[in-house]
């Protein structure tokens, strides 16, 4: 496994469509790997595979740093609800904006062996999977901020209590 390079905006490679993936291949599986960890290492809750600068349909996801979800050739299916919050992206660092996504989402995909399954999530999850199907087709969350983008507050370890 490996931490890949994370593709930032203005990176062409973000803003075309990705390929259905038709076989599990060993380099699929070392992709898949090497995304979860790139993930973890960047403390996201999300991440596609064109933002590693792979054209394929795989995004992986945990917004709970216990439940990794992966997703081939994802498509949403249910949308309901409505919800409003803040959003950042891991190739748009140190940048964030208030977006609208569905507060329910139901996506249909497969799973490491390319067995179809159905996965819902609400809240995190259901913009989790919106933000990130996104990426599939070439789109950044930045095309849907509602305002201007926010700087990030740098952490400061000041600021945690024990």
């Known amino acids: ?8 905006i203005g990176d062409p490679v973000l803003n075309k469509v990705s390929k259905e993936v038709k076989e599990i291949t060993p380099r699929i599986n070392e992709l898949i790997d090497d995304m979860f960890e790139t993930m973890y290492e960047a403390n996201g809750v999300g991440l596609a595979a064109p933002q590693v600068g792979i054209l394929k349909r795989i995004v992986v996801i945990d917004t709970t740093g216990e439940d990794p979800i992966l997703l081939i ?4 299916v249910e949308v309901r609800g409505e919800q409003t919050g803040n959003e950042g992206c891991l190739s748009v660092p140190g ?3 208030i977006v609208t996504r569905p507060n329910y989402v139901k996506v249909v995909a497969q799973d490491e062996n390319l067995q179809t399954f159905e996965i819902e999530g609400e809240e995190l999850l259901a913009r989790a999977f919106c933000h990130e199907l996104e990426h599939l087709d070439g789109h ?11 700087d990030v507050e740098p952490y400061d370890d000041d600021d945690y209590e024990e």
């Open 95 to 97: 940048k964030t904006g």
């Open 73 to 76: 050739n994802p498509k949403i």
């Open 1 to 8: 496994m490996a931490i890949r390079t994370i593709r930032e």
């Open 140 to 150: 950044l969350y930045v095309e849907k901020v509602e305002g201007d983008l926010m």
